[in-house]
């Protein structure tokens, strides 16, 4: 994985102006994903910050570890596990961003402490 | 063939036109080929040009003579089929719907393009009208050589 | 436990729709969306719809469902929102079991209404499991609700009205999109939406499938074949296109499962997506005071999941006592409204489905 240590608030993947809708400028927000420091802003879920980063893998697969990312994004195919502030099967595409949150590539079913 | 490409033959377009001399002023032309379940076109008209009827799955038949070519109809359809042409002198003006950034710029040369979105001329930008009621689809005021009435469609930025 | 008039699940066009005409008619309605704002798909849908006035023609997806949330706002004395809440159970005493917050609430409902909407369906290729590869639905939120590109050059696969509509909004969004794919030989959806990408130099190419997709922890690359006319992959015309997306837009399914748990007599019915409810002409399910609405009861267009919404609502709050004079009428307006969007040949295929559900006796 390589480092992204981004500038605030500039993702190239990021939409600021668009004929129909309004994307106003938010608040910034920090968080880490396996280890390293990324950004995101206020409203995004913790999948979509990551798909902003440019970052689509999300975890793998439990017994052939497959790459897994997102793909109905509203909650129903539970293809977006992570383990989130050390909490596993958490569903990234419908869990909103929060300041600090610590996002880590789920390894396996996860485990509850 | 519009099943397969999603390409009005041309034989379908020109049903849709008017005959020339009815162009000297605008005239809306409509080009919803399907039967679908949709009226906005003729709710829409202030001059009651178009008529649809009770079967909102009827394709809208346009009353040339009462159309003015005002493109009210071109900014309400939900489908961006309808645009009006006007021949004036050898141009032929056209009022297209548009809905992406940038938006052109009066006065501006776009590419001209026709319904299999080849580039086919010169596209002169006239007028760029964006009012409230339109809800974000702009009128776009164009006008291209007349020998391209029944081929141009749309314009794209040359840069693309 | 607590007792609810009228319990709705989802706050999509069908169960926003619902909760406003129970309401009006004085009903107490308790609304339950899992998702944290009402709205349901329509929040992503930034194109003109079509229909009549009635259904809101004309108006762009987003704005409807504003217009509907605000309708129920007008009757927030008598209709009670919960959001971030998921209806986990539906028990045969007529209660539901609703975990919102990490806690299960129990309701008992004297009616409820199932307005659950529909799912992504899937295709089957090789890799289709690489990141990158997203349903029509999930490259909307991604781009409509949280503004971020879902990828840079993208292929669509579906040549359905969702297929079309998401081709169009992605190009306004600034993505490329390469080539839409369709198995068929003819488009499937309305061809103005088709006609509409043409000019955009988008091709469309039907008789062609995606055999499989290639890349290392996230799509690069797709490989088309075409098809014959039995739908056969003709060997030798495989061709690879680079992408860094692929968007999904084969069908919708259902969402049944609590209707299932509850009880409700089901049908796979092909036309309407999948497993649908046996339901009479005022959409009461088999089980007695449960109701149907939207595309839970069948896939079809926002505009019949407001109307069925509409009747479903007036239909549920009648069953519990709450009739107002101009009932009859009102259903009857409704039904004759979803006639009219069916009755053209984009509805051939619904209505056939739909004969398939009606219940033996009309209540």
């Given at each position: 994985m390589i480092s992204l240590i981004l500038v605030e608030g500039v993702n190239n993947l990021r939409i600021f102006k668009h004929p129909i809708l309004d994307f106003p400028k938010k608040k910034v927000i920090h968080f880490q994903f396996d280890g390293v420091e990324f950004s995101g802003v206020e409203g995004d879920t913790i999948a979509s910050a990551l798909y902003a980063n440019g970052i689509k893998k999300l975890s793998e697969s439990v017994e052939r570890h497959r790459a897994r990312?997102?793909?109905?994004?509203?909650?129903?195919?539970?293809?977006?596990?992570?383990?989130?502030?050390?909490?596993?099967?958490?569903?990234?595409?419908?869990?909103?961003?929060?300041?600090?949150?610590?996002?880590?590539?789920?390894?396996?079913?996860?485990?509850?402490? | 063939m519009l099943d397969k490409t999603g390409v009005a033959t041309p034989e379908q377009v020109k049903s849709r036109f008017p005959q020339p001399e009815q162009l000297l002023k605008p005239k809306a032309i409509i080009e919803c080929y399907e039967d679908i379940p949709c009226n906005p076109c003729s709710t829409s008209c202030p001059f009651h040009a178009i008529e649809i009827g009770d079967d909102i799955n009827n394709q809208p038949q346009l009353n040339v003579d009462l159309c003015t070519g005002c493109g009210i109809c071109v900014t309400s359809c939900p489908g961006l089929a309808i645009m009006t042409a006007e021949i004036r002198n050898n141009l032929a003006i056209f009022k297209i719907p548009y809905e992406f950034l940038p938006y052109p710029e009066p006065n501006s040369i776009w590419n001209g393009v026709n319904r299999d979105g080849k580039v086919i001329c010169d596209a002169n930008i006239v007028k760029v009208l964006l009012t409230n009621k339109q809800d974000k689809t702009v009128l776009v005021t164009v006008s291209v050589d007349k020998k391209y009435l029944y081929d141009f469609v749309t314009v794209r930025n040359k840069n693309e | 436990m607590t007792n609810k008039e009228l319990i709705i699940v989802g706050g999509g066009p069908a169960g926003l729709a619902a909760a406003y005409t129970a309401a009006k008619t004085g009903c107490h309605v308790l609304l339950i969306d899992r998702n944290p704002q009402m709205g349901g798909q329509l929040i992503k849908q930034t194109h003109k719809f079509f229909g009549s006035e009635k259904q809101f023609a004309k108006t762009r997806g987003l704005n409807i469902a504003k217009k509907l949330i605000s309708d129920v706002e007008t009757c927030s004395d008598r209709i009670e929102i919960i959001c971030d809440a998921?209806?986990?159970?539906?028990?045969?005493?007529?209660?539901?079991?609703?975990?919102?917050?990490?806690?299960?609430?129990?309701?008992?409902?004297?009616?409820?209404?199932?307005?659950?909407?529909?799912?992504?369906?899937?295709?089957?290729?090789?890799?289709?499991?690489?990141?990158?590869?997203?349903?029509?639905?999930?490259?909307?939120?991604l781009m409509n609700l949280y503004g971020v590109l879902p990828g840079q050059n993208i292929v669509m696969v579906g040549s359905g009205n969702i297929g079309l509509i998401v081709s169009y909004q992605l190009i306004q969004a600034g993505v490329h999109v390469k080539a839409l794919l369709e198995a068929a030989p003819k488009i499937?959806?309305?061809?103005?939406?088709?006609?509409?990408?043409?000019?955009?130099?988008?091709?469309?190419?039907?008789?062609?499938?995606?055999?499989?997709?290639?890349?290392?922890?996230?799509?690069?690359?797709?490989?088309?074949?075409?098809?014959?006319?039995?739908?056969?992959?003709?060997?030798?015309?495989?061709?690879?296109?680079?992408?860094?997306?692929?968007?999904?837009?084969?069908?919708?399914?259902?969402?049944?499962?609590?209707?299932?748990?509850?009880?409700?007599?089901?049908?796979?019915?092909?036309?309407?997506?999948?497993?649908?409810?046996?339901?009479?002409?005022?959409?009461?399910?088999?089980?007695?005071?449960?109701?149907?609405?939207?595309?839970?009861?069948?896939?079809?267009?926002?505009?019949?999941?407001?109307?069925?919404?509409?009747?479903?609502?007036?239909?549920?709050?009648?069953?519990?006592?709450?009739?107002?004079?101009?009932?009859?009428?009102?259903?009857?307006?409704?039904?004759?409204?979803?006639?009219?969007?069916?009755?053209?040949?984009?509805?051939?295929?619904?209505?056939?489905?739909?004969?398939?559900?009606?219940?033996?006796?009309?209540?």
């Open positions: 990312g997102l793909y109905c994004a509203i909650g129903n195919c539970s293809s977006c596990y992570m383990t989130v502030d050390h909490i596993p099967n958490i569903k990234t595409c419908v869990t909103p961003l929060s300041e600090g949150m610590i996002v880590e590539s789920q390894i396996g079913k996860g485990v509850i402490r | - | 998921t209806v986990v159970g539906l028990y045969a005493d007529q209660v539901v079991n609703v975990l919102h917050n990490e806690k299960y609430y129990k309701y008992h409902f004297d009616a409820l209404i199932i307005a659950t909407g529909a799912g992504e369906k899937m295709l089957a290729f090789e890799n289709n499991d690489l990141p990158g590869i997203y349903g029509a639905g999930a490259v909307q939120t499937g959806g309305y061809k103005v939406h088709a006609s509409k990408l043409r000019r955009l130099g988008v091709d469309i190419l039907t008789q062609t499938t995606i055999q499989r997709a290639i890349g290392n922890g996230c799509v690069n690359q797709i490989e088309t074949i075409e098809l014959d006319d039995s739908w056969k992959p003709i060997k030798g015309t495989e061709k690879l296109i680079d992408v860094d997306a692929v968007c999904i837009a084969v069908g919708l399914s259902p969402l049944y499962q609590l209707l299932a748990m509850g009880g409700a007599e089901l049908k796979y019915v092909p036309e309407l997506g999948g497993m649908v409810p046996i339901v009479d002409g005022l959409h009461q399910t088999t089980i007695n005071n449960i109701f149907v609405a939207g595309d839970v009861a069948g896939v079809e267009e926002a505009s019949s999941a407001i109307v069925e919404g509409y009747l479903s609502g007036l239909a549920a709050a009648a069953k519990i006592g709450y009739q107002q004079p101009d009932y009859q009428k009102s259903i009857a307006d409704y039904q004759q409204q979803l006639k009219n969007l069916r009755s053209g040949p984009f509805g051939a295929k619904i209505r056939a489905g739909l004969k398939k559900v009606e219940a033996k006796t009309n209540a």
